[in-house]
């Protein structure tokens, strides 16, 4: 069976809310979702960071493993283990492998390949008993090696070790390594490998990470806007405080803002494109947004609403102009309201393209749920901004997930949401 899980995850109530009167909201009381320490979706700029070396921690978090799952412990245990010592031996491990196991997740994910091939995870035998269990079972089989890497005991800097570890995994896949894992993808011995990095992969920036920023892209699309570029957000929904409170004022987001996803928006969403011209959000720094204009755009599309039911939403335009401390027009925070097309990912030097790694997979999936968007169409100058990650996107790299997407290999698509 191929398992491909969508994002739909939850239902609001409020369809059609009309706002009396012309309102001034301060940017933390709107965004409080995105800032508050308390919310669920508060979100963390996580820098690049490597894995430190923890051996000692490593083997005892191996020896606790060895007494809770023998399978998962051999495989593992497998990859540090002195090779003429037998698994059983819980205290023969190589300080030489596991320095070396280290440096080849922080520097030379390739290496880590061969390592895993060499010592047990390049399986029939193991992808045949993969396929049996449950995915999320598998995924959190896998997590269990992620939690033996790191010492960290802050849930915050654990989870941003991870998150730049999938980072690299994720570039070596479909970027540096291609040439040798596009093959992995055919070959069912390989197929543990796969799931082993998809676990992390999708756990890291999508399972917890959705809501996350690489400050790196936030640099980089700073950069851009100094350079005049509009920073096209694409299925952005209204998370663009952290691009504002970098100095990114030009900003468009391609959203449907459907009610059916309120768990990615702010709590009062709907007042962002259904309130009165002349609001006003206030930010810290004195900087303002101010309700311009709303435009219906000709047309409408369809969403369902709390009770399931279809209702009509009109395309449409709502723009926010950008003000300074002086009061200052610098710059527009433009919503179109509707589903994103393939010519929004045309290449047009006016433009930055952003979007979030859940979105990603639905531009290079190669079914059904693919957004109409073929990566071997794209220019080949095109890049995309992904928010969690280091560096841009390009079309090959969305072209090699494609390829991937379309192989024999089938597990947790890489954007989907399952939680």
Same mark, same amino acid.
Not at 280 to 309: H, V
Not at 401 to 414: C, G, P, T
């Given at each position: ?33 995105? %800032? ?22 490593? %083997? ?19 990859? %540090? ?11 023969? +491990?190589?300080?030489?492998?596991? *320095? ?12 880590? =390949? ?6 047990? $995870? ?47 995994? +994720? ?12 093959? +992995?993808?055919?070959? #069912?011995?390989?197929? #543990? ?16 990470? $959705?809501?996350? $920023?690489?400050?790196?892209? /936030? ?27 970098? &100095?990114?004022? *030009? ?25 009165? /011209? ?5 930010? #810290? ?45 610098? &710059? ?12 929004? +990912? ?23 749920? *693919? ?21 841009? =996107?390009?079309?090959? /790299? ?22």
């Amino acid at each position: 069976m191929r398992l491909k899980i969508g994002g739909i995850m939850g239902l609001v109530s409020t369809i059609g809310m009309v706002y009396a009167g012309v309102q001034t909201r301060e940017a933390d009381d709107v965004f409080n979702a995105w %800032v508050s320490k308390k919310s669920a979706s508060q979100q963390h700029i996580w820098g690049h960071v490597l894995l430190p070396v923890e051996a000692e921690m490593f %083997v005892h978090k191996l020896k606790v493993l060895a007494k809770k799952d023998k399978e998962r412990y051999a495989l593992f245990a497998g990859l %540090v283990k002195k090779k003429h010592k037998k698994l059983e031996d819980r205290d023969d +491990f190589s300080n030489r492998d596991i *320095n070396a196991l280290y440096y080849e997740l922080n520097q030379d994910i390739g290496a880590l =390949v061969d390592r895993m091939q060499a010592r047990g $995870w390049r399986s029939e035998e193991l992808n045949a008993l993969e396929e049996k269990m449950p995915f999320q079972k598998v995924i959190d089989k896998n997590a269990q090696f992620a939690g033996i890497l790191s010492a960290k005991k802050k849930h915050e800097a654990y989870k941003h070790q991870l998150f730049s570890l999938a980072q690299r995994m +994720f570039f070596y896949l479909f970027d540096e390594g291609w040439k040798k894992s596009a093959h +992995f993808f055919s070959n #069912p011995a390989q197929f #543990p490998i796969l799931r082993f990095f998809y676990s992390i992969i999708w756990q890291s920036l999508a399972g917890d990470g $959705w809501k996350e $920023w690489s400050p790196e892209c /936030i640099k980089a699309l700073k950069l851009q806007a100094e350079d005049g570029k509009i920073v096209r957000y694409i299925a952005g929904g209204c998370d663009i405080r952290a691009l504002l409170d970098a &100095g990114i004022f *030009n900003i468009e987001v391609i959203d449907p803002m459907l009610p059916t996803q309120p768990k990615y928006y702010v709590d009062d969403w709907q007042w962002l494109v259904e309130g009165q /011209i002349g609001d006003r959000i206030t930010f #810290p720094s004195g900087m303002q947004l101010m309700r311009a204009s709303y435009r219906e755009n000709g047309g409408s599309f369809l969403a369902k609403d709390a009770k399931k039911q279809e209702i009509q939403i009109p395309i449409s335009t709502i723009t926010w102009e950008v003000r300074n401390q002086q009061g200052e027009v610098c &710059g527009n925070v433009v919503f179109v309201r509707r589903f994103c097309n393939k010519e929004d +990912f045309a290449y047009d030097k006016k433009y930055s393209l952003l979007i979030s790694f859940n979105e990603l997979s639905f531009i290079a999936c190669a079914d059904s749920d *693919n957004w109409g968007i073929n990566p071997a169409e794209l220019n080949k100058k095109t890049v995309v901004y992904i928010k969690q990650l280091y560096k841009p =996107v390009s079309a090959r /790299i969305m072209q090699n997930m494609h390829k991937a997407d379309d192989r024999e290999f089938s597990f947790i698509r890489l954007g989907s949401c399952v939680k």
